[in-house]
């Protein structure tokens, strides 16, 4: 018997994003208005519906295509290409990664901001629901 996990199992895919982004399953369950056992069971599907998948890419600040292209390997080519600039100084040619330290700063408040409008509309809503 295999313990390999199939290359496109989406929920496992999806707990390794997570688990990149240093997030608990409850947090996830939390920013997409669910609970851990939600999470859980998704992460143990295989197949996963395409609004499920918006709703869960929406939640981890990712694309639905992140999540269906994610493997792995890419994560170890990606580190390992990058650590190798670092240690090659090769900051200053066209084939290393290129980024504005400044729009990556106001990506990341827009994301924060974003989040943040997202809490105060579901609280609300809990809040008419009582």
């Given at each position: 018997m295999?313990?390999?996990?199939?290359?496109?199992?989406?929920g496992?895919?999806?707990s390794?994003?997570?688990?990149?982004?240093?997030?608990?399953q409850?947090?996830?369950a939390?920013?997409?208005?669910?609970n851990?056992?939600?999470v859980s069971?998704?992460?143990?599907?295989e197949?996963?519906d395409d609004e499920?998948?918006?709703e869960?890419a929406?939640?981890?600040?990712?694309t639905v295509e992140?999540?269906?292209?994610?493997?792995?390997?890419?994560?170890?080519?990606?580190f390992n290409?990058?650590?190798?600039?670092?240690?090659n100084n090769?900051?200053?040619r066209q084939d290393?990664?290129?980024?504005n330290?400044?729009d990556?700063?106001?990506?990341?408040?827009?994301r924060l901001?974003?989040a943040?409008?997202?809490?105060v509309?579901?609280?609300e809503k809990l809040?008419?629901a009582?």
């Open positions: 295999s313990t390999l996990t199939k290359p496109n199992h989406m496992r895919k999806i390794r994003i997570r688990e990149l982004k240093d997030m608990k409850e947090a996830l939390q920013a997409m208005g669910t851990q056992q939600t069971i998704l992460e143990n599907s197949d996963i499920k998948l918006a869960v929406k939640a981890l600040g990712v992140a999540i269906k292209n994610f493997s792995d390997e890419g994560v170890i080519n990606y290409t990058f650590n190798e600039a670092v240690a090769n900051f200053g290393t990664i290129n980024f330290p400044i990556k700063v106001v990506e990341l408040y827009e901001v974003q943040e409008k997202d809490k509309e579901y609280l809040l008419k009582k």
